[in-house]
T-cell receptor, first 114, second 112 residues
């Protein structure tokens, strides 16, 4: 256990569905991240939140919508996804995004878009 | 690109042997981290080495950093079957804000 919990662990959704991924940490960290991991590609940083403010959006399509209501929770809202969006979505947290500290990762949500 | 690149892409060794993985990058860094990922799960932090450090140890792990060659290596000594996983280097860049980027990883298989 890393202290970062992601739910659900697996999700199958149709292209017209709307779903949300949830990430929770009680490590006292101030920065939270969403990463996408597709087969044979580098881990892609999608969004960064620092003290609840979005500080990074790596040209992610608008069908992915993040939400950070507080420093402990991070959501990724999904709508009208494409099959190529199928991937492992990883949430991570760190003390903050300005210091040289390790990131703690959740176990990921395996998303399949059908 | 600004991410590290691990080499080799895959490595298969016998239990008890040492495993060495390399990471190369192209820009100045603040630090470099190594992570392990078991199949389909989250990443686990192994070790962080700062740009002014040359070598760090943690248990059976030894990490070296050569900033002149822009490369790092991860050595796992006396490997065990449980070390079977993918290993990633993550780089935090100098200048501007700190952004951690990952490579595609080295897939290590340790055969019992």
């Amino acid at each position: 256990e890393t202290g970062v919990t992601q739910t659900p662990r697996h999700l199958v959704m149709g292209m017209t569905n709307k779903k949300s991924l949830k990430c929770e940490q009680h490590l006292g960290h101030n920065a939270m991240y969403w990463y996408k991991q597709s087969a044979k590609k580098p881990l892609e940083l999608m969004f960064v939140y620092n003290f609840k403010e979005q500080t990074e959006n790596n040209s992610v399509p608008s069908r992915f919508s993040p939400e950070c209501p507080n420093s402990s929770h991070l959501f990724l809202h999904l709508h009208t996804l494409q099959p190529e969006d199928s991937a492992l979505y990883l949430c991570a947290s760190s003390q903050d995004w300005q210091t040289n500290t390790e990131a703690f990762f959740g176990q990921g949500t395996r998303l399949t878009v059908v | 690109s600004q991410q590290g690149e691990e080499d080799p892409q895959a490595l298969s060794i016998q239990e008890g042997e040492n495993a060495t993985m390399n990471c190369s990058y192209k820009t100045s860094i603040n630090n470099l981290q190594w992570y392990r990922q078991n199949s389909g799960r989250g990443l686990v932090h192994l070790i962080l080495i700062r740009s002014n450090e040359r070598e760090k140890h943690s248990g059976r792990l030894r990490v070296t950093l050569d900033t002149s060659k822009k490369s790092s290596s991860l050595l796992i000594t006396a490997s065990r079957a449980a070390d079977t996983a993918s290993y990633f280097c993550a780089i935090t860049f100098s200048g501007g804000y700190q952004k951690v980027t990952f490579g595609t990883g080295t897939k290590l298989q340790v055969i019992p």
